[in-house]
């Protein structure tokens, strides 16, 4: 087991919610982190709140924008690790009522950022580093009705994972694929109603509550430290697949 201390994390999306853990994590194992969203007053906040726990730097740049991304990377220079936790609100329309522009937009975002990412990122990624890609729960449990497209993109992840840790090992790809997480996201997603789905769920689920970003960050940090873990999806979920 490797250690962070002294090594560069890039953590896409690291402004808020599981990126936002996932920054503090790695500063806290050693690392130096740079986190990267689209709103510059809340990288700066982020990164103020951070800033007690190592160094941090917070660039502002849309990932979904190629040149965007390649101007990102190459004023980062080289680095040991990049996480992505970015990701939009998904479509939760059933089949027939689909806005295919909507479909459109969430795999542009979600799996062709994670492709552009990946190959913008390699350039400067040290040889034997890592990529840490989410999923979630979604793949495993899809809403009904209205999972199918979330499903089949977070489903997708793995198998790039897989095939991307053969192209570029030794460098190491894999993939968290947390379950329901406390997170700015899902009052996005389901406003007021948050607490009552939560309670409910929290009652059903083996750990018997909610993540917080601070419980997924290890598994993160987990993917990044193991030189002999590649290629895999690792569930985090508090048994949430099971019920």
């Given at each position: 087991?490797?250690?962070?201390?002294?090594?560069?994390?890039v953590?896409?999306?690291?402004?808020?919610?599981i990126?936002?853990?996932?920054?503090?994590?790695?500063?806290?194992?050693?690392?130096?982190?740079?986190?990267?969203?689209?709103?510059?007053?809340?990288?700066?906040?982020?990164?103020?709140?951070?800033?007690?726990?190592?160094?941090v730097?917070?660039?502002?740049?849309d990932?979904?924008?190629?040149?965007?991304?390649?101007?990102?990377?190459?004023?980062?220079?080289?680095?040991?690790?990049?996480?992505?936790?970015?990701?939009?609100?998904?479509?939760?329309?059933?089949?027939?009522?689909?806005?295919m522009?909507?479909?459109?937009?969430?795999?542009?975002?979600?799996?062709?950022?994670?492709?552009?990412?990946?190959?913008?990122?390699?350039?400067?990624?040290?040889?034997?580093?890592?990529m840490?890609?989410?999923?979630?729960?979604?793949?495993?449990?899809?809403?009904?009705?209205?999972?199918?497209?979330?499903?089949?993109?977070?489903?997708?992840?793995?198998?790039?994972?897989?095939?991307?840790?053969?192209?570029?090992?030794?460098?190491r790809?894999?993939?968290i694929?947390?379950g329901?997480?406390?997170?700015?996201l899902?009052?996005?997603?389901?406003?007021?109603?948050?607490?009552?789905?939560f309670?409910?769920?929290?009652?059903?689920?083996?750990?018997?509550?909610?993540?917080?970003?601070?419980d997924?960050?290890?598994?993160?940090?987990?993917?990044?430290?193991?030189?002999?873990?590649?290629?895999?999806?690792?569930?985090?979920?508090?048994?949430?697949?099971?019920?």
């Amino acid at each position: 087991m490797a250690t962070l201390m002294g090594q560069k994390v890039v953590v896409v999306g690291g402004s808020s919610g599981i990126g936002l853990g996932v920054a503090a994590a790695a500063l806290k194992s050693g690392a130096d982190v740079v986190i990267i969203g689209r709103s510059p007053g809340k990288l700066q906040a982020a990164e103020q709140a951070l800033a007690a726990e190592g160094r941090v730097r917070a660039i502002a740049g849309d990932m979904t924008q190629e040149a965007e991304i390649a101007l990102v990377f190459n004023e980062i220079g080289a680095f040991d690790h990049l996480v992505s936790t970015a990701g939009p609100p998904p479509p939760g329309d059933p089949i027939d009522e689909t806005e295919m522009d909507a479909v459109r937009r969430f795999i542009d975002n979600k799996l062709v950022g994670a492709v552009m990412l990946a190959k913008h990122a390699v350039r400067t990624l040290r040889t034997g580093g890592s990529m840490t890609f989410t999923s979630g729960i979604n793949k495993d449990r899809p809403p009904v009705p209205g999972g199918a497209v979330v499903s089949a993109i977070a489903g997708s992840f793995s198998y790039f994972a897989t095939a991307l840790s053969l192209e570029l090992a030794p460098t190491r790809v894999n993939v968290i694929s947390p379950g329901w997480v406390d997170t700015p996201l899902f009052d996005e997603l389901v406003g007021e109603a948050k607490s009552g789905y939560f309670e409910d769920m929290a009652a059903r689920l083996p750990a018997g509550k909610i993540a917080t970003p601070a419980d997924i960050a290890p598994a993160y940090v987990y993917a990044m430290e193991s030189d002999f873990t590649t290629g895999e999806t690792i569930h985090i979920d508090g048994g949430q697949r099971l019920i």
